[in-house]
């Protein structure tokens, strides 16, 4: 249901943008998300948008990080500015339809000299 692309070895002080292409609409979802796993860490969430057009991002990564979607592509992405090497994880969308969560498949970010 959902694709997620983008990914990649970026150096630090780079950019990257994720993409995250769902198979039906996003215009109704309850809510879209960008999470992150490291080696040996918890995955943790690192922004999220509501419905309602309320936002959240992680202090780790506010001020660098933008999340936004285009309802007519049925994509969210997740803009991520100044990267640095603790950015390095496996990054994960997520959409909830009717209280259902549907993960994408993860994408490698790499920040790295």
């Known amino acids: 249901q959902l694709q997620a692309s983008g990914g990649g070895l970026v150096q630090p002080g780079g950019s990257l943008r994720l993409s995250c292409a769902a198979s039906?609409?996003?215009?109704?979802?309850?809510?879209v998300g960008w999470y992150r796993q490291a080696p040996g860490k918890e995955r943790e969430s690192v922004a999220i948008s509501s419905g309602g057009g309320n936002t959240y991002y992680a202090e780790s990564v506010k001020g660098r990080f933008t999340i936004s979607r285009d309802n007519a592509k049925n994509t969210v992405y997740l803009q991520m500015n100044s990267l640095k090497p603790e950015d390095t994880a496996v990054y994960y969308c997520?959409?909830?339809?009717?209280?259902?969560?549907?993960w994408g498949q993860g994408t490698q970010v790499t920040v790295s000299s």
């Open positions: 997520k959409c909830i339809w009717s209280a259902y969560h549907y």
């Open positions: 039906r609409s996003i215009f109704s979802v309850d809510a």
